[in-house]
Antibody, heavy 123, light 109 residues
Framework: QVQLVQSGSELKEPGASVKVSCRASGYTFTTYSMSWVRQAPGQGLEWMGWINTNTGNPTYVQGFTGRFVFSLDTSVSTAYLQISSLKAEDTALYYC????????????????WGQGALVTVSS | DIQMTQSPSTLSASVGDRVSITCRASQSISSWLAWYQQKPGKAPKLLIYQASSLESGVPSRFTGSGSGTEFTLTISSLQPDDFATYYCQQYNSRSPKVTFGGGTKVEIK
């Protein structure tokens, strides 16, 4: 069965960096795109962008450029989200989500989600 | 940018009630709309895609309808497991290619 398993909670100080992983299993990793979705405490869902798992090409939504980096290791079917220069407002749950449809053209929706990785930024 | 507006933001209902949630797009998105259910501490779960297509394994009491700018998620007979927050999400060819609505919390009356 399809599973996306994310790394655990992280507590970081402002200015530090964090790298969240998302390991996929149960399907061919490179046949579906992977998106990242942020959910701040008590708030809604916010799409951060997606990565083409075939080419490794990332696309970032406005507001998630500069400090956010999507990457892959296809040898272990894993996607990564790295956030640098962390700020208190980066405190949130970060989900990876498998994209169905063509994120690059007609847009996509998400049929499988990781369990979420809580990143807390506090001194 | 396409904005998605859900109403109501909170809905109080009883087991067995028929409930409907509305999602409006700021411009036409044809039928490119998905609905998700999220329970506290859990990841969202896909319920409906392409406005009215039921995801495999989702109970038939969930139905989606609409096209263009107005969409509805209906639960025909609310069950205890259905108390959760529901999100709509548009997907289309224009940027941004994905936008979520603000969510509707369905709570026990």
């Amino acid at each position: 069965q399809v599973q996306l398993v994310q790394s655990g909670s992280e507590l970081k100080e402002p200015g530090a960096s964090v790298k969240v992983s998302c390991r996929a299993s149960g399907y061919t990793f490179t046949t579906y795109s992977m998106s990242w979705v942020r959910q701040a405490p008590g708030q809604g869902l916010e799409w951060m962008g997606w990565i083409n798992t075939n080419t490794g090409n990332p696309t970032y939504v406005q507001g998630f450029t500069g400090r956010f980096v999507f990457s892959l290791d296809t040898s272990v079917s894993t996607a990564y989200l790295q956030i640098s220069s962390l700020k208190a407002e980066d405190t949130a749950l970060y989900y990876c989500a498998r994209g169905r449809g063509a994120c690059s053209s007609t847009g996509c929706y998400f049929d499988y989600w990781g369990q979420g990785a809580l990143v807390t930024v506090s001194s | 940018d396409i904005q998605m507006t859900q109403s109501p933001s909170t809905l109080s209902a009883s087991v067995g009630d028929r409930v409907s949630i509305t999602c409006r797009a700021s411009q036409s998105i044809s039928s490119w709309l998905a609905w998700y259910q999220q329970k506290p501490g859990k990841a969202p779960k896909l319920l409906i895609y392409q406005a009215s297509s039921l995801e495999s394994g989702v109970p038939s009491r969930f139905t989606g309808s609409g096209s263009g700018t107005e969409f509805t998620l209906t639960i025909s007979s609310l069950q205890p497991d259905d108390f959760a927050t529901y999100y709509c999400q548009q997907y289309n060819s224009r940027s941004p290619k994905v936008t979520f609505g603000g969510g509707t919390k369905v709570e026990i009356k």
